[in-house]
């Protein structure tokens, strides 16, 4: 990846600058049965962490392990899934809890619970009830389907995501394999009148099996295809232990990098709590990246 003559393989080294920025700029994903403590052991405090939200451990977990990992000096984004919050007044109350920790950002999304707990059945409707609290976040994120969702057309996703723009400080793109795909998407997105600064989601690591199981839950098809297109998984899978590099689309986007990057403002890891394998890759790329742009 470095260059013994200190230029950067991609012209300019414009595109290497923004991969910089884009590594410089991560968040790490965690899932709410992960360990305050152990966290705080393994992970550099820089480095700004997500607690996700799921019908099983509900939004009470979140919550505790937020401000557990805030009160250890981490800079800490609950996600707030809109069927797991029962009412108005609970919103207020999780949004209060929050605030005395010093918390003032959440991402905000409509949630995988079948059933809604309550009054909320979307994210928009969530945001909305957001925005009359005296007490708010400063800071909120949506999320935005680039390859669509399994069970929402895609111009109602549109038409949800610029809705809720007005709410939102970013937008987190789901977890996708195919630069086209991204690329085009936010082509026509920013066609349509959306223009929020988003973040490209990586899984980081992980092992190729695990991916693929999560990609068909998830329900991006799309990716999958593209991504045994590239790498020919079959193979890799017979043999075991295979796990995917992160750097695979990130160098498709650099190869047809383009003023619409600029709009890709950073990196949301996945990390389903392998902390240790993603925080490695991101400083082992950042350390090879900062010698080929000089």
């Known amino acids: 990846m470095s260059d013994q003559q200190g230029t950067s393989p991609f012209g300019d080294g414009t595109g290497v600058e923004w991969v910089c920025r884009l590594l410089d700029n991560a968040r790490l994903e965690l899932l709410p049965a992960a360990k305050a403590d152990e966290i705080a052991k393994g992970v550099p405090a820089r480095y700004k962490l997500t607690v996700t939200s799921s019908p099983k451990h509900g939004v009470v977990r979140t919550v505790e392990l937020a401000t557990e990992l805030r009160r250890r000096g981490f800079t800490v984004v609950p996600h707030l899934a809109a069927r797991g919050v029962k009412d108005r007044q609970e919103l207020a109350r999780i949004v209060e809890a929050l605030a005395e920790f010093g918390i003032d950002e959440v991402f905000v999304i409509g949630g995988d619970q079948e059933h809604p707990a309550g009054a909320f059945t979307s994210a928009l409707e969530l945001l909305d009830a957001l925005s009359t609290l005296a007490r708010?976040?400063?800071?909120?994120?949506?999320?935005?389907?680039?390859?669509?969702?399994?069970?929402?057309?895609?111009?109602?996703l549109m038409d949800a995501l610029l809705r809720k723009q007005p709410y939102a400080s970013y937008a987190i793109l789901q977890m996708s394999f195919d630069a086209e795909a991204i690329l085009g998407w936010l082509r026509s997105a920013k066609r349509q009148g959306f223009d929020l600064p988003v973040y490209l989601c990586l899984p980081g690591t992980l092992r190729i099996d695990r991916l693929l199981r999560i990609a068909v839950r998830l329900g991006i098809g799309q990716s999958l295809r593209y991504l045994e297109k590239q790498q020919g998984l079959l193979p890799q899978l017979l043999t075991g232990g295979y796990r995917y590099d992160p750097w695979t689309l990130i160098e498709s986007l650099l190869e047809q990098f383009a003023p619409e990057h600029e709009q890709i403002v950073g990196i949301h890891w996945s990390t389903f709590n392998e902390l240790a394998r993603t925080i490695e890759w991101i400083e082992s790329r950042q350390r090879e990246l900062r010698v080929t742009a000089r």
């Open 136 to 156: 708010r976040p400063r800071t909120i994120g949506i999320a935005a389907y680039p390859e669509g969702h399994p069970k929402i057309p895609s111009d109602v």
